[in-house]
């Protein structure tokens, strides 16, 4: 099961194509400047150097061209080399790059805050904030749930994703490689179980009611409700495994904040901005967050990074107590308007949940063959599947799977608490037939590690 089936390079498919090892020879050597310069801690999926990309491949330095499961996690929404992405980010370069929105403004910022607060669900009046990463974004959402409240307590869930800064550490729940040895973290972070319907002995349903009587319970008599500022939840979880919530479990939580005053922040870093086939993944539970973070294909491709939410909440922090020096770059802002145009005027929101469609056809057919593939889960342009065996996750299947992907022109990636599930993060303008012949290659690579 552990035997990586190679098949020698020079595969040409129509979109993959493979003429050299992979990494080839160029990559090797630039990998070994790499190595002698950049700090060994920076991860790498695969070392093959890119030198150009668009909405369906990487190329790179050897002639190799890779189909883009990974979209450079969830940020390539609207695809690389977007043309309104580019001309508009070309012209704001000459423009200007930077003033400091905190010394003299810009229209982009401001038309960004609008965008945000037009698309975010809910009819309220919504202010915008902008920064540079998804990190800071959580951060300060958090900031302002302090704020806001009067209160510290900040609860999570498990398997949660939140980033790599001191307090985003300590919401993020998987140890190594996030947290290992960088302690003492942020304190007042409570974490509460998820309602994960993979693996639960019951139904989604009694699955949802079940996790949200251990949540109640345990948010009541271990922290106190009324010490909670905010409950920070991922619409669908990324880094901890693509897990969608049971059906209702996000309603039961929104509940549970309105009775107690808790402010509800949707972590929409990875899930957002159009990734599921709508602006917001909240939106297939029919819930209204209080407080969204967005980040990761916010700009485009650019840097950008936003906390958009209630105008009463956003307004309750003192002057200047929220800021950044590059928080909303004009450049970054000028890439977010442009790719806000390209999802609506390209139709982007289709065009995921036709991925998805795709996707979910192909992979119940490698299921069929293969039940390794334990559970097929996800939204829109976020899909992912479970990799497991009688004996619990199978995470060396599916390091096998990727390799092999990888030798034969798909960029996939393995994500989750145990590391045993593929996840695609696709641009949402890739065309169908490109992600047919990259799931082409999936399938053949589950025949070959069989
Ligand atoms: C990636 C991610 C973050 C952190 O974003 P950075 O830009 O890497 O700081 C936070 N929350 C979620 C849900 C994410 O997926």
């Known amino acids: 099961m552990n035997t990586i089936a190679t098949q020698a390079p020079h595969s040409v498919r129509r979109y993959a194509k493979v003429v050299t090892e992979i990494p080839g020879p160029k990559s090797k050597a630039l990998a070994e400047r790499r190595s002698n310069a950049v700090s060994d801690s920076v991860p790498v999926t695969l070392a093959t150097f890119i030198e150009k990309a668009d909405s369906n491949v990487l190329h790179d330095v050897d002639g190799n061209s890779l189909i883009d499961f990974a979209g450079g996690i969830g940020v390539s929404n609207v695809g690389n080399g977007n043309a309104r992405v580019v001309e508009r980010v070309q012209e704001q370069v000459e423009d200007f790059a930077h003033v400091c929105f905190a010394i003299t403004p810009y229209e982009e910022y401001v038309q960004v805050c609008e965008l945000l607060n037009e698309h975010a669900p809910g009819d309220h009046a919504k202010k915008s904030a902008l920064w540079n990463s998804g990190a800071e974004a959580v951060e300060n ?57 993979f693996g639960f002995a019951g139904t989604p349903e009694e699955c949802a009611e079940a996790t949200l009587r251990e949540v109640r319970t345990m948010i009541d008599k271990e922290i106190g409700a009324s010490n909670v500022a905010c409950i920070v939840m991922e619409p669908i979880q990324g880094e901890g495994g693509f897990i969608v919530p049971a059906p209702n479990f996000a309603k039961g939580i929104r509940d549970y904040c309105t009775e107690n005053g808790i402010v509800f922040i949707a972590d929409e870093v990875q899930s957002g901005f159009g990734r599921t086939g709508t602006w917001f993944a909240i939106e297939h539970e029919g819930v209204v967050p209080d407080i969204i973070t967005t980040a990761k294909a916010l700009g485009g491709g650019l ?31 000028v890439g977010s308007i442009a790719a806000f145009e390209s999802v609506e005027r ?40 479970e990799l497991a065996d009688d004996s619990g996750p199978d995470a060396a299947r599916a390091v096998a799977v990727q390799k092999w992907c990888h030798q034969n022109g798909a960029l996939a990636i393995v994500t989750g608490t145990f590391g045993n599930v593929i996840r695609f993060l696709p641009p949402l303008s890739m065309s169908p037939e490109v992600l047919e012949e990259g799931l082409d290659i999936l399938s053949e690579a589950f025949d070959a590690t069989a």
Do not use: W
């Open 141 to 197: 959402a958090v900031k302002v749930a302090r704020s806001y409240t009067g209160r510290s307590a900040v609860v999570v869930f498990r398997n949660a994703f939140h980033g790599r800064t001191n307090l985003t550490m300590a919401m993020t729940a998987k140890n190594m490689p996030y947290k290992e040895g960088f302690g003492p973290f942020a304190s007042d972070v409570y974490r509460v179980p998820m309602a994960n319907p």
């Open 303 to 333: 840097p950008l990074a936003a906390v958009t939410g209630r105008a009463e909440m956003m307004d309750s922090v003192h002057v200047g107590g929220l800021g950044s020096t590059f928080g909303g770059n004009p450049v970054s802002c």
């Open 346 to 385: 390209d139709g982007l929101l289709e065009k995921a949940k036709n991925l998805e469609a795709i996707f979910r056809r192909r992979l119940e057919q490698i299921q069929q063959r293969h039940s390794v593939v334990a559970d097929i889960r996800g939204r829109g342009a976020m899909m992912a599947i």
